[in-house]
């Protein structure tokens, strides 16, 4: 297991119409599909923009839409659980 993946944490989030962007403090830019996370694919841009960091940038928290997402977890690919619920 990596260390980087643990070690990364966010600085910026931001969003177009299909992904999240998440700027991490070692450089890196994530893309993740907003279908991932259909809590942040039906919110509105207001909410989406509505995002806390914790854990120095560890973790992701929406309190409108009640959406958490780890760092850490985006880095090894993980998506919500509810994602996998509508993919059987």
């Known amino acids: 297991m990596s260390t980087l993946t643990f070690e990364a944490s ?7 119409s ?3 962007w ?9 893309s993740i599909p907003l279908a ?3 809590r942040l694919l039906n919110a509105t ?5 509505k995002y806390e960091m914790s854990g ?6 929406w309190e409108e839409i009640d959406e958490d997402i780890s760092v850490p977890g985006l ?3 993980n998506k919500d659980l509810t994602y996998y619920k509508n993919q059987i």
């Open 10 to 16: 966010a600085t910026r989030v931001w969003f177009d």
């Open 18 to 20: 299909e992904n999240m």
């Open 22 to 30: 998440v700027a991490l403090t070692d450089g890196r830019q994530l």
């Open 36 to 38: 991932y996370f259909p």
């Open 45 to 49: 841009p207001e909410q989406r923009g």
């Open 56 to 61: 120095g940038g560890t973790g992701l928290h």
């Open 75 to 77: 880095l090894l690919g």
